[in-house]
């Protein structure tokens, strides 16, 4: 069963932190992975998009590995800011299926 | 570019009423669009996907008799929920694929239905 957990939950950090975001998946064989900011309330703001040939993106104070052969991806943020609060999703598009696979989230607070 | 648009944002409606909810893709031709359901603090859980010209196709569990789905062009799917009930009360979000890449989908804002 292909499935897409991302952990933890919830976290909190204080303002200035750097801070990882983790994704794990059950299959090997996707085709690309994307992170998304979600904000209460709101749709998905897609954040960088990991193609299945590569290991890493980056854009401004995030970047976002992929390891497919251990099942997993990390979102890292620098220099976290109170604006970075938001709910982070974790999404996989599993080769051979026509749907993106989402995580559950990860709902991080920067406390200023 | 790519850009998703929804309508209405929020709606409230009674019990037993039905309501629609529709998803453009403003400056791009969508193959297909995709409808999602968000309940509060849980992820995003595919409903449907829709081609423009034929029927839609429900993941387990979701009911077209009640969800009824309609993609008349490349760039206009609607969602209705019929005879709404408070348990349908969610946040609805649709996507849509460009250049019929499944794998690369841009999203709507959502649409927050209450149902009373």
């Known amino acids: 069963k292909q499935e897409v957990t991302q952990i933890p939950a919830a976290l909190s950090v204080p303002e200035g932190e750097n801070l990882v975001l983790n994704c794990s998946f059950t299959d090997s064989a996707i085709y690309n992975l994307q992170w998304f900011r979600q904000d209460p309330g709101k749709g998905l703001t897609s954040l960088l998009l990991?193609?299945?040939?590569?290991r890493e993106q980056t854009s401004g104070r995030l970047n976002a590995s992929l390891d497919k052969s251990s099942g997993r991806s990390t979102l890292y943020i620098a220099a976290s800011q109170p604006g970075d609060s938001a709910t982070y999703l974790c999404?996989?598009?599993?080769?051979?299926?026509?749907?993106?696979?989402f995580g559950t989230g990860t709902r991080l607070t920067v406390i200023p | 570019g790519a850009v998703v648009s929804q309508h209405p944002s929020w709606v409230i409606c009674k019990s037993g009423t039905s309501v629609k909810i529709e998803c453009r893709s403003l400056?791009?031709?969508?193959?297909?669009m995709f409808w999602y359901r968000q309940f509060p603090k849980q992820s995003l859980m595919l409903m449907a996907t829709?081609?423009?010209?034929?029927?839609?196709?429900?993941e387990q569990g979701v009911e077209k008799d009640k969800f009824l789905i309609n993609h008349a062009s490349l760039t206009l799917s609607t969602l209705t929920v019929t005879s709404a009930h408070p348990e349908d009360s969610s946040f609805y979000i649709c996507?849509?694929?460009?250049?019929?890449?499944?794998?690369?989908?841009?999203f709507g804002p959502g649409t927050r239905l209450t149902v009373t």
């Open positions: 990991i193609q299945s040939s590569q």
């Open positions: 999404a996989v598009a599993f080769s051979g299926a026509n749907n993106l696979f």
């Open positions: 400056d791009f031709q969508a193959t297909t």
């Open positions: 996507s849509a694929d460009q250049d019929a890449n499944l794998y690369e989908q841009y």
């Open positions: 829709s081609n423009e010209g034929s029927k839609a196709t429900y």
